[in-house]
């Protein structure tokens, strides 16, 4: 099963938005609800940011926000702030052989 | 708080075994489905292998499948990950996760890193 497409940076300056793409196939993202972000600085294991394409787990400020249309998920963090700088991937249930896919990752740099 | 903490990661010869083992607090281990995902050195994550709350089921990411065996032991609240015949392309820092709803990895450990170099 292949990577998730993802941008490989996107950037923007302390409170101002990005969005990050997300793009899969019928097969994963485009078939189920089971998307999923992560947020992971450097050195350090992912943190879990969305899950079911839109849900924020406890203590993820809603800053974070996802949504979903057809193949492909995103992601937006609004009001950036400094220690939004991360890399940050998206994941999907791949359905057939109960398989999981992560997305190739996205830089986030706060300018 | 809820803690996994991976261990058993070091230096092994092409074709060689390794045995990588992850250990739970915090939560009843026996409840939850547990995750392998490995990062090797610079690049994205990739799900390696879960196995259920009871073991009953494993599932496999196609580049480990036959190689690689995920295993638990509940009385002892860990998670085994036995890799066989390794080579260079499963160098990685290698993390367990505690599912979330099956399909989401909500908790990790720090990982710990294989290296597989002659």
């Known amino acids: 099963q292949s990577a998730l497409t993802q941008p490989p940076s996107a950037s923007g300056s302390p409170g101002q938005s990005v969005t990050i793409s997300c793009t899969g196939t019928s097969s994963d993202v485009g078939g189920y609800n089971y998307v999923s972000w992560y947020q992971q600085h450097p050195g350090k294991a992912p943190q879990l940011m969305i899950y079911e394409v839109s849900k924020r787990p406890s203590g993820v400020p809603d800053r974070f926000s996802g949504s979903k249309s057809g193949n492909t998920a995103s992601l937006t963090v609004s009001g950036l702030q400094a220690e939004d700088e991360a890399d940050y991937y998206c994941?999907?249930?791949?359905?057939?052989?109960?398989?999981?896919?992560f997305g190739t990752g996205t830089k986030v740099t706060v300018l | 708080q809820v803690q996994l903490v991976e261990s058993g990661g070091g230096v092994v010869q092409p074709g060689r075994s390794l045995r990588l083992s992850c250990a739970a607090s915090?939560?009843?281990?026996?409840?939850?489905?547990i995750h392998w995902v490995r990062q090797a050195p610079g690049k994205g994550l990739e799900w390696v292998a879960v196995?259920?709350?009871?073991?009953?089921?494993?599932y496999y990411a196609e580049s480990v499948k036959g190689r690689f065996t995920i295993s638990r032991d509940n009385s002892k609240n860990t998670l085994y990950l036995q890799m066989n015949t390794l080579s260079a392309d499963d160098t990685a820092v290698y993390y367990c996760a505690r599912a979330y709803r099956t399909y989401y990895f909500e908790f990790w450990g720090q990982g710990t890193q294989v290296t597989v170099s002659s």
């Open positions: 994941s999907s249930y791949g359905g057939s052989n109960n398989h999981y896919v």
């Open positions: 196995s259920w709350y009871d073991g009953s089921n494993k």
């Open positions: 915090g939560f009843t281990f026996s409840s939850y489905g």
